[in-house]
């Protein structure tokens, strides 16, 4: 199915808020034509809404002329509402509203008309053209009284055909936006955020006028920390609960750094994340002594905790607000679209270390790649910074594979060592600590063996595991001597192996979206193979050094009296790979694919 023809319209009015401050309100009115592209086809429409939102009419038309004339639609009236959210890890307020549209025909058609109501248009942020369904021509309409300043922010029009009209009508400056040939959202692994790929509109307001008074909206950043200040303010902490804990962990400890880390590491360790999104208690922070006794909190909640612990054992200590790498704006847009996630910010000796309590085993001074090179607000009373979460060294976020072969006797036997640092640390003691006990082992084997069904590792040890600070370190014996071919007096084998974690990342024609890795990392190998006396060296792969902005690799082989030496790095420095990049992309998986299958041919004496 298709939808013909979908129309947006947007129209302010004056409200008050729960505690009769004034604000803005919307009425978003949609009306979607559908036509059915088969003799038996169907979609579910839906709309969510929460507690700042309220569906107040939602309505499929009981007849609506299709191609071949004027049709019933037998199952009008039956739209079901119920909670968007089920999950153990995720507790919020949204409901999702839709109906089950089924068609009997090719060309049969149906129109569905809704309206939803934001009872305060900061939580009407951004309007995408692009929907989970095809259409033909989208229309989005905004009308816009004289007494409100409305900023009305684009992105993404460059790639796309979107026309703008603006005209008047009585009291109302209208924007008439259309796009054509709208093709539908898909689901797609390894997404970068949809902000940054499709076109649509951010919705600010800056100022209002009520009862012949300005009121403020969000007329830039220091707008947009004053709401989130207010909201603050709503969380009633009570630090004596939890300060006698602070002593505790602080006991002993010489160093500032060594009293951060004890706190951080605690609440990393003992505080369970659950997001929490419902009503005003989406924004505010849980008190941070709920927190500390119901172990549980969303980033806010332990965001809050650690400041106040921090704040406890005497530190300049400060709620920040940050937007991940999800979602593509910096605070130059005064939107609660900027902002998903929620820090702690510490100065120790005039610097700042950004604190995230959600990031387990994240050791101190160490950033997640989703923060790293963010705008963070940091809330200091009446006053806020604006500031940057360092970007860290890409070299410092590494998979170093060290492995030593000896062929005899037409075996090939040796030792391996994984090191992983950085992200690639963290990511892996996230992973591994989350496992039952009983799959440890065969997870920490599974990595060794490097995804290849004929490598088999042998005596696996690992460095403490315990330790967030220190390197990973899981090394092992191996023995690869399926993977040799012998002819005669020659010896075929192969060293070098395709990366796993690449095998997903070959796009097909319709794939919309660029790939997000989960971070910017350099995977890089140390081989050396031993041969027997006698053994000569008869042909080496050709080295290989392509390069690109997102992404790269150097390799080569050499050889010198009865050793042959592999060293391979494998770069993305951006963690992205661009939809516009996608054929040069693909040609360098070839190449890499090349490379790893050429094997290496040994002459016996």
């Known amino acids: 199915m298709v939808a013909t023809l979908v129309e947006e319209e947007f129209n302010f009015d004056k ?36 507690s700042f939102t309220k569906i107040t009419s939602f309505k499929q038309l009981e007849k609506m002329k299709g191609m071949f004339g004027v049709k019933k639609n037998y199952n009008v009236g ?25 068609f009997s025909g090719y060309g049969d058609a149906t129109r569905v008309e809704t309206e939803k109501k934001y009872l305060d248009s900061k939580y009407l942020t951004s309007v995408y053209f692009h929907s989970f369904y095809p259409a033909k021509e989208k229309i989005i309409r905004v009308k816009v009284p004289d007494w409100l300043e409305l900023d009305l922010r684009e992105y993404n029009f460059a790639d796309y055909k979107v026309t703008k009209q603006k005209t008047s009508e009585k009291n109302l400056t209208v924007y008439t936006f259309k796009i054509q040939n ?15 790929m499709y076109p649509h509109i951010v919705f600010v307001v800056k100022s209002f006028t009520n009862d012949g008074k300005k009121e403020k909206g969000f007329a830039d950043a220091g707008d947009l920390y004053n709401w989130y200040n207010f909201l603050y303010q709503k969380s009633t902490n009570k630090p004596d609960d939890f300060k006698s804990k602070v002593a505790d962990l602080t006991r002993g400890k010489t160093t500032e750094i060594d009293k951060v880390k004890a706190i951080f590491y605690w609440v990393q360790d003992n505080i369970r994340y659950i997001a929490f999104e419902d009503g005003l208690a989406g924004f505010i922070p849980a008190a941070a002594q709920d927190v500390y006794k119901s172990k549980y909190g969303d980033c806010k909640g332990m965001a809050n905790l650690i400041t106040e612990m921090l704040k406890l054992a005497g530190f300049d200590a400060y ?30 000796g005039g610097k700042e270390y950004y604190l995230d309590g959600t990031e387990k085993y994240i050791p101190f001074g160490d950033y997640a790649w989703r923060i790293q090179g963010k705008e963070v ?30 062929l005899k006797d037409n075996v090939l036997k040796g030792h391996v060592k994984a090191t992983l640092t950085g992200e690639q640390r963290t990511r892996f003691h996230q992973y591994y600590h989350d496992l039952p006990t ?24 690992t460095s403490d595991l315990n330790n967030r600070e220190i390197p990973v370190v899981v090394e092992g014996d191996i023995d690869l001597s399926n993977y040799i071919i012998t002819e005669d007096k020659e ?19 319709d794939r919309q979206q660029d790939y997000a890795l989960s971070s910017g990392y350099i995977s890089q190998d ?40 592999f060293k391979k790095t494998l770069s993305f420095p951006t963690g992205r790979i661009r939809k516009a990049d996608f054929e040069n992309w693909k040609k360098f998986a070839d190449k890499l694919k090349d490379f790893n299958s050429t094997l290496i041919l040994i002459k016996k004496p």
């Open 182 to 196: 709208v093709p539908a959202i898909k689901n797609e692994s390894r997404g970068i955020g949809m902000a940054y």
């Open 491 to 509: 010896i075929y084998l192969g060293i070098d192996f395709f990366p796993e974690d690449l095998r997903g990342l070959i796009p097909d024609k």
């Open 438 to 461: 009983h799959d440890k082992k065969k997870v920490i084997q599974r990595f060794l063996e490097l995804g290849h069904k004929n490598l088999v590792v042998t005596n696996v040890k």
């Open 15 to 50: 409200g008050r808020s729960d505690d009769k401050r004034p604000v803005v309100t919307a009425i978003r009115s949609t009306g979607i034509n559908f036509l059915s592209l088969r003799e038996s086809a169907g979609i579910q429409y839906y709309d969510f809404y929460n």
């Open 319 to 348: 709620m920040t607000w940050i937007g991940t790498r999800h979602i593509p704006y910096d605070y130059t847009l005064p939107s609660l679209a900027v902002d998903n996630h929620c820090i702690s910010t510490v100065v120790i």
């Open 377 to 406: 607000l940091i809330g200091k009373g009446d006053k806020y910074e604006v500031k940057k979460v360092p970007v860290m060294d890409i070299e410092k976020s590494k998979l170093l594979t060290q492995t030593s072969f000896q």
């Open 78 to 102: 039956y739209a079901i509402d119920r909670s968007a959210s089920s999950s153990d890890y995720f507790s919020d307020d949204s409901r999702v509203k839709y109906f089950n549209i089924g």
């Open 526 to 565: 140390e081989t050396e193979l031993m041969l027997p006396a006698g053994y000569k060296v008869a042909s080496l792969p050709a080295p290989i050094d392509e390069k690109n902005a997102d992404y790269a690799v150097t390799a080569a082989y050499s050889s010198k009296d009865n050793k042959i030496t």
